[in-house]
């Protein structure tokens, strides 16, 4: 009986997604786990969960984005939802503190999601576009990098201390 | 030593899956709103225990194997949902509530995964299926860890069915 629901479960999850989107997905589940788990003892709850909603929310972004990604690929040189070019693909890094980040070679968040909507107009941004920061340089910041010479964004996590201050402070909401 | 590239391989897809599991349930479990983010960050608490635990556990699994050949104490484990196809009658093969698992594992005093992490995880169900449990998988040294659909664990925790402190402050 195990071995069939399993199997079964398995052989769901590998048949719907391509092997490259696969490996993406999990190696982003990976990132995503450790900043939600990071964030859950530092913190009073309420705040904590205003932080895990955000990071499931973004979290969703992301496989959703890389999903699209890979579903143009697979329909070769475009499909219905963008004719040219597919939507980028799209990792996560989870940061010890933003002095890493160069500000000169990425970009906000914000910028970056208005960037999608206007570049790719069916791509349905609808939890992420009510994303707001107020902080001056953003608290959540976008690079390129080259990966087997296919760019790919990277989605750079503040350090857990910043980032539930700002949501306790308001000035990155959804 | 250096862990062979098939163990490596294998320890990674095992690994991967079970972020995979992991992930798609604090997903649920934050977006139940239906429920008090307290409680819902109570349950994320336990899932993030319960995660840390199973990733530790199947890496020192494949390092056992590694300079044993065989898994000289922590059987690998992978998490899994209940569904109503894994309620099995037979009582031989319905398993463990989870603290009982835990009890097993504490006579392996070398694992050092379970020391301060769910040591004081306590299930007053009186079903296995209202639980957390744990049962063999389809081979050996594989154990399977059923967790409850994400409305039922929320409920477990607010009537007091599942008790646990993970051991952190």
């Given at each position: 009986?195990?071995?069939?629901?399993?199997?079964?479960?398995?052989?769901?999850?590998?048949?719907?997604?391509?092997?490259?989107?696969?490996?993406?997905?999990?190696?982003?589940?990976?990132?995503f786990?450790?900043?939600?788990?990071?964030?859950?003892?530092?913190?009073?709850?309420?705040?904590?969960?205003?932080?895990?909603?955000?990071?499931?929310?973004?979290?969703?972004?992301?496989?959703?984005q890389?999903?699209?990604?890979?579903?143009?690929?697979?329909?070769?040189?475009?499909?219905?939802?963008?004719?040219?070019?597919?939507?980028?693909?799209?990792?996560?890094?989870?940061?010890?503190?933003?002095?890493?980040?160069?500000v000169?070679?990425?970009?906000?968040?914000?910028?970056?999601?208005?960037?999608?909507?206007?570049?790719?107009?069916?791509?349905?941004?609808?939890?992420?576009?009510?994303?707001?920061?107020?902080?001056?340089?953003?608290?959540?910041?976008?690079?390129?990098?080259?990966?087997?010479?296919?760019?790919m964004?990277?989605?750079?996590?503040?350090?857990?201390?910043?980032?539930t201050d700002?949501?306790?402070?308001?000035?990155?909401?959804? | 030593?250096?862990?062979?590239?098939?163990?490596?391989?294998?320890?990674?897809?095992?690994?991967?899956?079970?972020?995979?599991?992991?992930?798609?349930?604090?997903?649920?479990?934050?977006?139940?709103?239906?429920?008090?983010s307290?409680?819902r960050?109570?349950?994320?608490?336990l899932?993030?225990?319960?995660?840390?635990?199973?990733?530790?556990?199947?890496?020192e699994?494949?390092e056992?194997?590694?300079?044993?050949?065989?898994?000289?104490?922590?059987?690998?484990?992978?998490?899994?949902?209940?569904?109503?196809d894994?309620?099995?009658?037979?009582p031989?093969?319905?398993?463990?509530?989870?603290?009982?698992?835990?009890?097993?594992?504490?006579?392996?005093?070398?694992?050092?995964?379970?020391?301060?992490?769910?040591?004081?995880?306590?299930?007053?169900?009186?079903?296995?299926?209202?639980?957390?449990?744990?049962?063999?998988?389809?081979?050996?040294?594989?154990?399977?860890?059923?967790?409850?659909?994400?409305?039922?664990?929320?409920?477990?925790?607010?009537?007091?069915?599942?008790?646990?402190?993970?051991?952190r402050?």
């Amino acid at each position: 009986m195990i071995t069939t629901n399993l199997d079964a479960a398995v052989a769901k999850a590998t048949a719907v997604i391509t092997t490259p989107e696969r490996e993406l997905c999990l190696r982003n589940e990976v990132v995503f786990n450790n900043a939600i788990h990071s964030h859950v003892p530092h913190v009073a709850a309420e705040v904590a969960q205003n932080a895990i909603e955000f990071l499931v929310m973004l979290r969703t972004h992301v496989h959703s984005q890389n999903h699209r990604h890979f579903l143009t690929l697979a329909n070769g040189t475009g499909s219905k939802w963008f004719p040219a070019l597919p939507v980028p693909q799209i990792t996560v890094e989870l940061l010890n503190s933003m002095e890493e980040v160069d500000v000169d070679e990425t970009i906000r968040l914000d910028d970056y999601l208005s960037m999608l909507q206007d570049t790719y107009p069916a791509l349905q941004l609808d939890t992420m576009l009510g994303y707001r920061d107020e902080t001056q340089e953003g608290a959540i910041r976008i690079g390129e990098i080259d990966v087997d010479g296919q760019s790919m964004h990277v989605i750079y996590l503040p350090s857990n201390a910043n980032f539930t201050d700002l949501i306790s402070s308001g000035k990155i909401s959804i | 030593m250096e862990l062979s590239q098939h163990l490596r391989d294998c320890r990674e897809a095992q690994i991967m899956r079970a972020e995979q599991y992991f992930g798609n349930y604090v997903a649920q479990l934050a977006a139940a709103s239906k429920f008090p983010s307290n409680l819902r960050y109570r349950a994320i608490s336990l899932i993030s225990a319960l995660r840390r635990h199973v990733v530790a556990q199947i890496w020192e699994h494949y390092e056992s194997l590694q300079l044993t050949g065989t898994s000289l104490f922590a059987a690998e484990i992978i998490p899994a949902l209940v569904t109503s196809d894994s309620i099995d009658s037979d009582p031989e093969s319905k398993g463990v509530p989870l603290n009982e698992y835990f009890n097993q594992l504490s006579k392996y005093t070398t694992l050092k995964t379970t020391n301060g992490i769910l040591i004081s995880y306590k299930s007053m169900g009186p079903d296995l299926d209202d639980t957390i449990y744990v049962r063999h998988g389809d081979r050996p040294h594989l154990h399977v860890l059923y967790l409850p659909p994400v409305l039922e664990l929320l409920e477990c925790i607010l009537d007091g069915t599942i008790e646990f402190h993970d051991g952190r402050p």
